[in-house]
Structures are given as C-alpha cells and as structure tokens.
C-alpha cells in the first residue's frame, strides 16, 4: 500500500491508558490519525526518523517520533504540539534492524543465551525454537504452527525462511538453525513467503508483514506448544487480537527464551535495513518493551517469535526487528500476518490452532 497510510487505532486499543473519556472519542481517532500522517510526509523526507506511532505516558496518549540519532533540531522539529493538539513526543531508538546485519552476507547471530534449552534438537517440534534454512548460518525462530486447509506449517519470518525474497520455494529448513547444530536437520521446505517490498522514494511503499511458512517433511511431527519458562510448555489461544497500548505480552525465541513485556507504542510507520543492504517501510507495527528492566524482551536470533497476551495467550503479533540498544522490539500484527501469508498465494484462509 502506498503512502501515506492512515494506521488502524480503534478505542479499543488505546482505552486502557487514556487518562480522559474524552482523549478517546472517535473523532479525536480521526484527528490522531490526521496527524499521524503529517508526521509521515515529515519522514519520507528525514532520513534521521526511524518511525512514528501513537504511545501514552503519565500524561496520557501521544505521537511518538522515533530518532535514529540524538538532533537537537529534529527534537526541536517534532516537539510540541501536532495541529489537533496531541502532544508530540521524541526518543533516540537508533536503527530499528531485523535479526540479521545489514551487510549482504548471510548473517551470523550470537549463540542462544540459554545455552541448548531454546537451540536444541526438538521432536516433535514445538514453538520457539531456533530454526533457518539448511544452508545459511545463521538463526531465527519457529514462531508457532499455522494451518490452511488442513495441513499444517511453521511459521516465522521471510527474512528468517526465506532470507529476504532469496531463497527459492521447496528450500530446505532446518531445526535447529544450522548456526546452532552442524550438520543441518531439515525438518521442511519452505512452502510461502509474503514478498517483501524495498522502499522507492519515487514511489513509497509499505509492507504489511515480515512473514513466510514452511511445510514439514513426512514423519516429522509439530508439537502445538511453545517453550515457556523453567521447563514448561504453554498454548496459544485461537482467536488472534490486536495489540491494546499497554497490555501484557509474552514471547517465546530462540535466543533469549521464555520473556514478559509490555506494548508500549502501535500504529507505527517503520524503516529498518534488511541483509540485503535495502530498507523496507512497515505500517501498523507494534512496539514492546521488557516489563524487567534487566532483561530484553528480544534480541537477535528470537525474529520470527510470537507476541500473544500473558492471561489468554491470544496471539497478537510477530517480532521482526529491534532497536539498535535490544531494549525495545517491534512486531507485525498478527491478523495482518495471517491475511498476507493467505494473499501471497491461492488466498488460503490461515489460522492458528492452540
């Protein structure tokens, strides 16, 4: 979809931190939105934003502008007031970067955090595992499993599966990831990824999802559980939900395992720099942060886990990139996920089965 796009906020989303009634009404959506647009024309042609989105603080509901560099006149720039009065607010994040470097290379990530527990040998296969193709060396994650009509895949993302528009269908995939276990143990073939778009100045466009399947081998068996922690399983509930300012989620990834967050910012209009040297706009991306101020939510090799909500488990998202400092992820909305993968092919219907 071409810019500029009006990102999808319901109240819904933003009810549970508004500090008024009437910060949330409908109209005050539209204008929020209004604004949020103003604030894209203002990126396509600063190079130093790394993405905007809507957040709250103590004060209540704002547009956030995320800078990749400390600038005292961007922060000049953006700072204030948007033109329907939402404050608008700025921080440093850095590059906003997927699993792998941006150096056109396969990409070779740090080894698992927690030692064999997340990178192992798993069969049958379950979520939240380290996995990648048979021939590159490096690592993401097995998200969860997905279903269209009738037959089941794993899922993760197309920079993880497909390493960017590269690799062809039928490629072989590997669990663990070949960076984690040599020889590789394929255990599917890559069956869909959904095109990844590079950003055009001439003609900007945004993607919708980080995201591709892989179909498994005969005898190799999902498991429809994901790692949790000390040892425990958990399931993902079926009916996915968008992400709601504020909510408490869950990841289950490869390198650092079993973590707890919260979503600090939606609706953003993101940039990153893929392996593949290009950079690619995203809308309607998430952000969560850690809810442990020692720990990170996600790091490099947990691209392709699945953010779903502690209390439910419903499924509201997939990480596909972080911040260059690791204290902030970013992830796809998992309606919009599901929706591309069915696009991206004969418009199969995919669901998730806990």
Known sequence: MNLPYKPNLTVAQLARVAITESAITES???ELQE?????????????????VGVTADDKGLALLVLLKKENRSDAA????????GWRILTRVSGELVPAMPADGEPAYDEPGQLGAVFTGLYRPV???????????????????QVV???????LSNNHVLAD????????????????????????????RFVPMVPHDPSNPVYNHADAAIASYDKGI???FHLLGAAGTQYGLADTVVAPVLGAEVQKSGRTT???????????????????????????????????????????????GSVVSLTKANNPVGLIFASADDKKLSYANPMSAVLTALGNAGKSETFSIKG
């Open 164 to 191: 960017v528009n590269r690799l062809p269908i039928g490629a072989a995939i590997s669990q663990p990831a070949l960076l984690d276990l040599q020889p590789a143990n394929p255990v599917g073939k890559l069956a």
């Open 126 to 144: 379950p979520g939240g595992v380290s996995v990648g193709p048979v021939d590159r060396k490096y690592a993401g994650t097995l998200g969860c």
């Open 148 to 154: 269209a009509n009738g037959v089941t895949y794993m």
């Open 28 to 30: 005050r959506i539209r």
């Open 77 to 84: 720039l953006y700072g204030g007031n948007s033109r329907h």
């Open 35 to 51: 604004d949020h647009l103003v604030l894209q024309q203002a990126m396509l042609k600063n190079p130093n934003v790394a993405g």
């Open 257 to 303: 395992g079993y973590t707890v967050g919260r979503i600090t910012t939606i609706g953003m209009t993101t940039r990153s720099i893929y392996a593949d040297g290009r950079e690619y706009w995203f809308a309607d991306v998430f952000e969560i942060a850690s809810v442990n101020a020692d720990e990170l939510f996600s790091t490099g090799g947990d691209s």
């Open 221 to 223: 068996v999902p498991d």
